[in-house]
């Protein structure tokens, strides 16, 4: 749920943070959004050193509280909004979008972490997008920019979180039932067939669930399943820091930089059913080429 792509990318470019930490032992002074035609080299993430002082802590705190309720006042919002658009399907995805790429956008501005974009050329394609997992921001991010007309894939129990879960469902995201393997196969093969016939993008996480400590997972073979059956390309988004800012099982949100950079699309036209584990370890080799050594598999 998203933004409109590169073009929008280049308009926050000189966006400026608010609550911006200052301490002696916190980033080097760099933008807040930098965006890169190029894609050059994996970025340096070893800058940011850890500031687990009270005065960082209670920071942490106001933002997190007011990321909180900001979200709540959009989605309930958003939500009247949907409720307005049942009888609109497509309407509803794209007004999801909307709301991804406003709160998106807001959060990362509450929580000020400098960001820099790369690739941003191919932030607007029709595709399945693919995204490595190691924190909440990561959401943030993928609301804010993957491109109008992206529907996300999530497991069923989303629903049961307040607001933001019935607001995804309002929105006409789709959901599978992860504890049932021949259900979530149909389910796999009901999204591919929607998104053919609205003309629609994905936006997917291939590790199935967060990373606890930002090293990239093996990844789950349903992204290619569903690249198979709707031969879209895969656009690979590769997250960098969002580990150091916001971990796992953690309440303290850190100034750590964060990089956001889009690969090439990757054509899946020509690719056969009897080669998916070797596409699996082909995007997975690809993911851990692009990230620092701190977020790589361990051998």
Not at 122 to 141: C, G, K, Q, T, V
Not at 218 to 232: D, I, M, T
């Amino acid at each position: 749920m998203v933004n409109t792509g590169a073009g929008a990318l280049l308009r926050y470019r000189r966006f400026e943070s608010f609550l911006n930490t200052r301490s002696s032992r916190s980033v080097e002074e760099t933008p807040k959004f930098v965006v890169k035609d190029g894609l050059g080299e994996t970025p340096r993430n070893d800058v940011y050193t850890d500031d687990d002082g009270w005065v960082s802590a209670i920071i942490s705190w106001i933002r997190i509280v007011t990321c909180f309720v900001s979200m709540m006042v959009t989605t309930f919002i958003w939500a009247l909004i949907m409720v307005v658009l049942i009888p609109w399907p497509y309407e509803r995805i794209r007004q999801g979008n909307i709301y991804g790429h406003v709160t998106g956008r807001m959060l990362m501005w509450i929580l000020g972490n400098p960001i820099k974009i790369e690739g941003a050329e191919y932030s607007n394609e029709r595709a399945i997008y693919i995204s490595n997992h190691a924190s909440p921001i990561d959401i943030f991010l993928i609301m804010w920019l993957t491109p109008t007309g992206t529907v996300g894939i999530a497991k069923k129990e989303i629903i049961w979180y307040p607001l933001f879960g019935q607001l995804y469902v309002l929105a006409n995201h789709l959901r599978i039932d992860r504890s049932n393997p021949t259900a979530a196969i149909e389910s796999m093969k009901e999204v591919a067939r929607a998104v053919l016939e609205k003309n629609l993008s994905l936006i997917i996480f291939p590790e199935g669930t967060r990373s606890k400590n930002g090293r990239l997972l093996p990844f789950k073979k349903g992204f290619v399943h569903l690249a198979l059956q709707s031969r879209l390309p895969i656009v690979p988004m590769v997250l960098t820091g969002t580990h150091l800012a916001w971990r796992k099982g953690s309440l303290h949100v850190r100034p750590a930089p964060l990089t956001v950079k889009y690969l090439p699309p990757i054509s899946t036209e020509n690719w056969k059913v009897d080669k998916i584990d070797d596409y699996v370890k082909m995007m997975h080799n690809m993911y851990a080429k692009h990230l620092p050594e701190t977020q790589r598999p361990l051998p």
